[in-house]
Each structure stands twice: as C-alpha cells, then as structure tokens.
C-alpha cells in the first residue's frame, strides 16, 4: 500500500521568504509523486509531478521539488512567496507502474498562509 | 479548453434523502474519478472509470453510493440514503494519456454537500 505524509497541516512564511512544505511517501513499488494546490471553493491544480526522470522537478508558479530516495521524500519549495500562493498543498503518491490506472494517494494537505 | 465541469456546486439535504451530483469531464478524456474530501483531510478515491467501465470501485460504499457512467462521457454519483458522515466536497477528476503514457488527472470545482 502507498501513503504520503505531509508533516505540518499549516505553514505561515512572510512575504518573500522561502517556502519549504514537507512531504514524506511509502511505496513498495518505484513511486510517481505529485503536488497539487487548491485555492478556496476551487478544484485541485497540478503544480509539478515526478516520473522517474530527473530528480529535481519544476512546476509552475515558480515552485520546484526533489525527489530523495534515501530520504523517501519530496518536499516542495520556492524562493520567494507571494501573497497569491496562499492555499492549501497536497502531496499525493500513485503506482508508476500502472500507466493509466494511477489511483492517487492523498496528504491531509499543509495551509499556506503568507504573512504581508 | 474548457475543464471539468460539476453540478450543482453546494447542495444541503437532511439525513436519509438522495442526493446526486454530476460530472462532465474535459472532451476526449477516457479516465473518469470520483473523489471524497472531508474537511481537513486529503482527497480519496471512491470509483475510477475507464470509458464507460468501472476500473476501481473498492472504496465506494456500495450499501449508499453508486455511480454510472453510461455512454463513457458524463458521470452521475448518487447517495441513497445520505448520513451526516456523507458531508464533503465531491470532486470529480478526467484524465487522458500523454504521448509519453503519463498520465494527468484534472479536478473539477467540486460538489459542497452539507448533511443536516
């Protein structure tokens, strides 16, 4: 069975600063990892995804992560915040083997509140 | 493109009626979910539809809920009858393969059910 944790259920970072969220995964199989950002009364949105290629994964909106293996991690950072990053993140696991049958496996979700 | 579209987008019923939510995925997507989100946790799965065929419907408690897809486009979730535990957000993700055969699930706004 697959799960992801996301150590932290609210970050609040200021203005500018880095951004760091955390997740960790179990995986018994080689793992496809995906963040995916929900904004209020909207649908999740895909920011990045890791497929086995490179290790260090960018995203749109300026957000990147890095795929560990020896940490079984796949934290997502960026930069600098913005105001408009406030929302809720969700980390989330599936089977990479299965393509086209990727059940994905949610966080609980981390809120991002940027402090002016 | 336009994106996954549901409907209705709040719904408020008392214990022990019926409720349905629909589903019109991004055109030409085969991959159709549909996914529970209680408040304060991750989204998860209930039932995943390839074309108009049930791939996954182990998490979907199948003595309330169930789900049909008839003519492999639009989807239809019902709960007959409601209990209190049944308030969630509802979303309802499409997805289709790349040329590369990843896979990208896109969500929808989601379903607001409130059970009183």
């Known amino acids: 069975a697959q799960s992801v944790t996301q150590l932290g259920s609210h970050v609040s970072v200021s203005e500018g600063a880095l951004v760091l969220l955390r997740c960790n995964y179990s995986?018994?199989?080689?793992?496809?990892l995906f963040w995916y950002v929900q904004y209020p009364n909207q649908g999740l949105q895909l920011l990045l995804k890791?497929?086995?290629?490179?290790?260090l994964v960018k995203g749109i909106n300026g957000f990147e992560a890095e795929f560990k293996k020896s940490e079984t991690s796949f934290h997502l950072t960026k930069p600098s915040a913005h105001m408009s990053d406030a929302a809720e993140y969700f980390c989330?696991?599936?089977?990479?083997?299965?393509?086209?049958?990727?059940?994905?496996?949610f966080g609980t979700g981390t809120r991002l509140t940027i402090i002016p | 493109e336009a994106g996954v579209a549901q409907s209705p987008r709040y719904k408020i019923i008392e214990k022990r009626q019926s409720v349905a939510f629909w589903c019109n995925p991004i055109?030409?997507?085969?991959?159709l979910y549909w996914y529970q989100q209680i408040l304060g946790q991750g989204p998860k799965l209930l039932i995943q539809?390839?074309?108009?065929?049930?791939?996954?419907d182990s998490q979907l408690p199948k003595d309330r809920f169930s789900a049909e897809r008839l003519k492999g486009v639009d989807s239809t979730l019902k709960i007959q009858p409601a209990k209190l535990e049944d308030s969630a957000v509802y979303l309802c993700?499409?997805?289709?393969?790349?040329?590369?055969?990843?896979?990208?699930?896109?969500f929808g706004p989601g379903t607001r059910l409130l059970v009183l």
């Open positions: 993700a499409s997805s289709l393969l790349d040329s590369g055969n990843q896979e990208t699930q896109y």
């Open positions: 995986s018994s199989v080689p793992p496809y």
């Open positions: 890791y497929t086995s290629a490179a290790t």
């Open positions: 989330a696991v599936s089977d990479g083997a299965n393509f086209g049958n990727e059940k994905l496996t």
């Open positions: 055109s030409g997507h085969a991959t």
């Open positions: 539809f390839q074309n108009n065929g049930v791939v996954d």
